[in-house]
């Protein structure tokens, strides 16, 4: 009787969810409420987590709660402690949660809400999640070893390579994009500039606090912190209208990109106390408030969605950035549905904290869901600003001009309508001088942050301290995010340089030290320049390259997954990870071959660079290069993101090639062949 | 009446601690009583780190090789 009333109940839900889809995908013509789209969200998470995730959790990976995990078996109260589940989730969902599900979803909104809604829901449930559940669950197996580690004891050492490699070309294109972001926030803005200035000094305060002053105290510091970060927004305030300090934080695009070259340089070789593990904390901290106060504020308003369902722009001519729905949508949305770099963090610290097998499902599936309605409420933010404005602050100043006049113009031209004061009134109500040209996320998502909390909290200026609050957040944990991966970039080029000359591994010497942190400085500080000064707006180039460096991490990572499933004779379930992989690999692969060898000269790097090229020889000099010499950096800088490009296809095929020779080996043997640690019972650790 | 108090009381200090150690693990410090806990059921002839050093361990455990984060 129970279960009969249960199935009802669940019944009735699915047809709630079903009717509030079905409002977010047929409703055309007038805007509908956010509310809607909010809704069907959380149904689809909700049923996807009760039966697609308990189905994996039952039958693909059968969870066994009397095996021992490594928190249990090797337990030392410091790396492997057994963790209550909702603790850990926690510390799960901070090191998952980033910019990247923040920005991918305002850059898709450019196609209408609807393709990036559908593709956020479904592409979580069957693609994403499943990828960071089933990771986390062979880490778990496997002492809570690395991905790389695992791809290299279960495919070989030669997929091992190809893996690390894969992994330090994301590392510094990642770098490279998030440090574009933040370089377009915070171009011309000196009340931007400012503030994410201070969070150096407020950093250093708050290790000299926690290390000399009270040892420790990682609450205290960091509300002291976050106390002087409010502080440090209002004085962004006074700053931008001084006429004596306005100028001091004013830089453009290429003096912020040689500044954050320099700070990613220098903050990655101080010690960790006083700079990284302070910010760290703020930013963990606010990151995740911040997600609760969007969450909230956005069930309070619910305002209405200004973006149409699907803008014109789905045939690929869109100025956000090029390229058609398939694949280009999916490789922008990128970390919002499916993130290669969860495989990272699902091999890392969680594994080794689980007290029993059977939590995977919420910290690993759960946890996913959890980011992709981050995602949702991202593409809410962005798809509730007056369309105008959206295209206003994401098309490059090629199509724009530099006026508010030129830009209502043209935006009038792509069917959108805008005056000139608006975009004027906008700027102004959020303390900038302009608005027009932001591309990267950031700006837009904070722009559509403001005007949600400013309907909860409003008040004189506190549109204006909303947006700086947003764009802080956002290059908060950006920074900390380029100091860390400078870090990790570093040690792996160590790693790297040591297989050819041996003194260059040892992680103490300064002389490796130095040179692997020079040189993948200027790995990520080559792109974020190019990013810069490209006349397109440099997010149009390397936000793909990005995309399918991420969708070809995941692609790697159940690549592996479905090896493994048949290793260990679970033939009968590898659709569920085999399903996801061949999209992947596809939408890589396609999105891959566009990038390269597209007619388009927007979308195909060689095509870019044979019309410079061709015009270089004619004597012509190409809009809106200004010299001979700027268009052959074009040439060059095209020619550069192909092999990129190139290599990251290179990484997917041989991994796939890799992955289908351990599966055939794995199917002629009779045997399970997956490398598991040996079943240790639960019982017989209880002592 | 005041039982009622003292129950709620504990039940509100309990989720406070809760809180206290998931945000702590969520910048990568696990629980000091759990360690010495441990340390005292399995180790009992070492002396324990005090909880300056846990911190400062476990602060440089956890960035020694950077840290792998999210987009």
Same mark, same amino acid.
């Given at each position: 009787?129970?279960?009969?009333?249960?199935? %009802?109940?669940?019944?009735?839900?699915?047809?709630?969810?079903?009717?509030?889809?079905?409002? &977010?995908?047929?409703?055309?013509?007038?805007?509908?409420?956010?509310?809607?789209?909010?809704?069907?969200?959380?149904?689809?998470?909700?049923?996807?987590?009760?039966?697609?995730?308990?189905?994996?959790?039952?039958?693909?990976?059968?969870?066994?709660?009397?095996?021992?995990?490594?928190?249990?078996?090797?337990?030392?109260?410091?790396?492997?402690?057994?963790?209550?589940?909702? &603790?850990?989730?926690?510390?799960?969902?901070?090191?998952?949660?980033?910019?990247?599900?923040?920005?991918?979803?305002?850059?898709?909104?450019?196609?209408?809400?609807?393709?990036?809604?559908?593709?956020?829901?479904?592409?979580?449930?069957?693609?994403?999640?499943?990828?960071?559940?089933?990771?986390?669950?062979?880490?778990?197996?496997?002492?809570?070893?690395?991905?790389?580690?695992?791809?290299?004891?279960?495919?070989?050492?030669?997929?091992?390579?190809?893996?690390?490699?894969?992994?330090?070309?994301?590392?510094?294109?990642?770098?490279?994009? %998030?440090?574009?972001?933040?370089?377009?926030?915070?171009?011309?803005?000196?009340?931007?500039?400012?503030?994410?200035?201070?969070?150096?000094?407020?950093?250093?305060?708050?290790?000299?606090?926690?290390?000399?002053?009270?040892?420790?105290?990682?609450?205290?510091?960091?509300?002291?912190?976050?106390?002087?970060?409010?502080?440090?927004?209002?004085?962004?305030?006074?700053?931008?209208?001084?006429?004596?300090?306005?100028?001091?934080?004013?830089?453009?695009?290429?003096?912020?990109?040689?500044?954050?070259?320099?700070?990613?340089?220098?903050?990655?070789?101080?010690?960790?106390?006083?700079?990284?593990?302070?910010?760290?904390?703020?930013?963990?901290?606010?990151?995740?408030?911040?997600?609760?106060?969007?969450?909230?504020?956005?069930?309070?308003?619910?305002?209405?969605?200004?973006?149409?369902?699907?803008?014109?722009?789905?045939?690929?001519?869109?100025?956000?950035?090029?390229?058609?729905?398939?694949?280009?949508?999916?490789?922008?949305?990128?970390?919002?549905?499916?993130?290669?770099?969860?495989?990272?963090?699902?091999?890392?610290?969680?594994?080794?904290?689980?007290?029993?097998?059977?939590?995977?499902?919420?910290?690993?599936?759960?946890?996913?869901?959890?980011?992709?309605?981050?995602?949702?409420?991202?593409?809410?933010?962005?798809?509730?600003?007056?369309?105008?404005?959206?295209?206003?602050?994401?098309?490059?100043?090629?199509?724009?001009?530099?006026?508010?006049?030129?830009?209502?113009?043209?935006?009038?031209?792509?069917?959108?309508?805008?005056?000139?004061?608006?975009?004027?009134?906008?700027?102004?109500?959020?303390?900038?001088?302009?608005?027009?040209?932001?591309?990267?996320?950031?700006?837009?998502?904070?722009?559509?942050?403001?005007?949600?909390?400013?309907?909860?909290?409003?008040?004189?200026?506190?549109?204006?301290?909303?947006?700086?609050?947003?764009?802080?957040?956002?290059?908060?944990?950006?920074?900390?995010?380029?100091?860390?991966?400078?870090?990790?970039?570093?040690?792996?080029?160590?790693?790297?340089?040591?297989?050819?000359?041996?003194?260059?591994?040892?992680?103490?010497?300064?002389?490796?030290?130095?040179?692997?942190?020079?040189?993948?400085?200027?790995?990520?500080?080559?792109?974020?320049?190019?990013?810069?000064?490209?006349?397109?707006?440099?997010?149009?180039?390397?936000?793909?390259?990005?995309?399918?460096?991420?969708?070809?991490?995941?692609?790697?990572?159940?690549?592996?997954?479905?090896?493994?499933?048949?290793?260990?004779?679970?033939?009968?379930?590898?659709?569920?990870?085999?399903?996801?992989?061949?999209?992947?690999?596809?939408?890589?692969?396609?999105?891959?071959?566009?990038?390269?060898?597209?007619?388009?000269?927007?979308?195909?790097?060689?095509?870019?660079?044979?019309?410079?090229?061709?015009?270089?020889?004619?004597?012509?000099?190409?809009?809106?290069?200004?010299?001979?010499?700027?268009?052959?950096?074009?040439?060059?800088?095209?020619?550069?993101?192909?092999?990129?490009?190139?290599?990251?296809?290179?990484?997917?095929?041989?991994?796939?090639?890799?992955?289908?020779?351990?599966?055939?080996?794995?199917?002629?043997?009779?045997?399970?062949?997956?490398?598991?640690?040996?079943?240790?019972?639960?019982?017989?650790?209880?002592? | 009446?005041?039982?009622?108090?003292?129950?709620?009381?504990?039940?509100?200090?309990?989720?406070?601690?809760?809180?206290?150690?998931?945000?702590?693990?969520?910048?990568?410090?696990?629980?000091?009583?759990?360690?010495?806990?441990?340390?005292?059921?399995?180790?009992?002839?070492?002396?324990?780190?005090?909880?300056?050093?846990?911190?400062?361990?476990?602060?440089?455990?956890?960035?020694?090789?950077?840290?792998?984060?999210?987009?």
């Amino acid at each position: 009787m129970n279960g009969l009333f249960a199935k %009802l109940a669940w019944l009735l839900f699915a047809v709630f969810g079903a009717v509030c889809l079905g409002v &977010v995908a047929l409703q055309r013509g007038e805007p509908i409420n956010a509310i809607w789209l909010v809704a069907a969200s959380i149904a689809v998470f909700v049923i996807a987590y009760r039966y697609y995730g308990r189905y994996i959790a039952n039958n693909v990976l059968q969870l066994d709660p009397a095996r021992a995990t490594p928190a249990l078996r090797r337990n030392d109260g410091l790396d492997y402690v057994p963790t209550d589940r909702w &603790v850990l989730f926690g510390h799960h969902f901070a090191a998952i949660a980033g910019a990247g599900p923040l920005v991918g979803p305002v850059l898709a909104a450019q196609m209408g809400y609807l393709p990036g809604t559908l593709w956020i829901l479904f592409g979580v449930v069957f693609a994403g999640a499943v990828q960071d559940f089933v990771i986390l669950f062979l880490s778990t197996r496997r002492d809570g070893r690395s991905l790389g580690e695992m791809i290299r004891n279960e495919l070989g050492n030669a997929a091992g390579g190809v893996a690390m490699l894969g992994i330090l070309a994301i590392m510094i294109i990642l770098l490279a994009v %998030l440090a574009l972001v933040v370089v377009k926030a915070l171009a011309m803005s000196p009340w931007g500039t400012f503030t994410v200035a201070m969070t150096i000094p407020i950093a250093f305060f708050m290790g000299i606090y926690m290390r000399w002053l009270r040892p420790g105290r990682i609450l205290e510091a960091s509300v002291i912190g976050l106390v002087l970060l409010l502080l440090s927004i209002w004085a962004g305030g006074q700053v931008s209208q001084s006429t004596e300090w306005a100028p001091l934080f004013t830089f453009d695009g290429k003096m912020l990109a040689w500044m954050l070259i320099g700070y990613g340089f220098v903050a990655s070789v101080l010690p960790v106390w006083l700079l990284l593990a302070p910010r760290d904390y703020l930013s963990t901290f606010l990151k995740i408030g911040t997600i609760a106060l969007l969450a909230l504020a956005i069930f309070i308003v619910h305002p209405n969605l200004q973006m149409p369902a699907l803008t014109r722009f789905i045939d690929g001519s869109g100025p956000v950035w090029a390229g058609s729905l398939f694949p280009f949508l999916f490789i922008t949305l990128a970390c919002g549905s499916v993130s290669g770099f969860h495989a990272l963090v699902s091999s890392g610290t969680t594994p080794k904290m689980m007290a029993s097998e059977t939590d995977a499902r919420l910290i690993g599936y759960g946890g996913m869901l959890v980011e992709a309605f981050v995602a949702i409420m991202a593409l809410v933010a962005a798809a509730a600003l007056q369309p105008g404005v959206y295209f206003a602050m994401n098309s490059p100043a090629a199509l724009l001009g530099g006026t508010v006049e030129s830009a209502a113009a043209a935006i009038s031209q792509l069917g959108f309508v805008i005056t000139p004061e608006m975009l004027a009134q906008t700027a102004k109500d959020i303390g900038e001088t302009t608005i027009l040209s932001r591309a990267g996320g950031a700006p837009t998502l904070a722009v559509g942050m403001a005007q949600i909390f400013h309907s909860v909290i409003s008040g004189q200026g506190m549109m204006a301290f909303w947006y700086h609050y947003a764009i802080l957040f956002e290059a908060l944990f950006i920074l900390t995010t380029i100091d860390a991966g400078t870090r990790v970039g570093r040690f792996m080029i160590q790693e790297l340089l040591g297989t050819v000359y041996a003194p260059l591994r040892h992680t103490e010497s300064w002389t490796g030290n130095l040179i692997a942190t020079a040189l993948c400085v200027l790995g990520w500080g080559w792109f974020l320049y190019q990013g810069v000064v490209d006349p397109l707006g440099g997010i149009n180039t390397l936000w793909p390259l990005f995309g399918i460096a991420n969708q070809m991490l995941a692609a790697l990572a159940l690549i592996f997954a479905c090896a493994v499933l048949i290793k260990m004779k679970r033939e009968r379930w590898v659709w569920v990870t085999a399903v996801p992989t061949t999209w992947l690999v596809i939408c890589t692969l396609v999105a891959g071959w566009q990038k390269l060898f597209h007619e388009n000269a927007k979308i195909g790097f060689l095509a870019n660079a044979r019309r410079f090229g061709d015009a270089i020889a004619r004597g012509e000099i190409l809009a809106p290069a200004k010299s001979i010499e700027e268009m052959q950096r074009v040439v060059v800088n095209n020619y550069v993101d192909a092999a990129l490009c190139a290599l990251f296809m290179i990484v997917v095929i041989s991994t796939l090639v890799f992955g289908l020779r351990a599966a055939f080996a794995a199917r002629r043997s009779d045997r399970v062949s997956a490398l598991e640690t040996p079943y240790v019972a639960v019982s017989s650790l209880q002592t | 009446m005041s039982m009622t108090i003292e129950r709620l009381r504990s039940a509100a200090r309990e989720i406070w601690r809760q809180t206290v150690i998931t945000a702590r693990l969520a910048v990568g410090v696990p629980d000091y009583d759990t360690y010495v806990e441990h340390q005292r059921l399995h180790h009992a002839q070492r002396t324990p780190m005090s909880r300056q050093e846990f911190f400062r361990e476990r602060m440089d455990a956890r960035y020694a090789r950077g840290r792998n984060r999210c987009c």
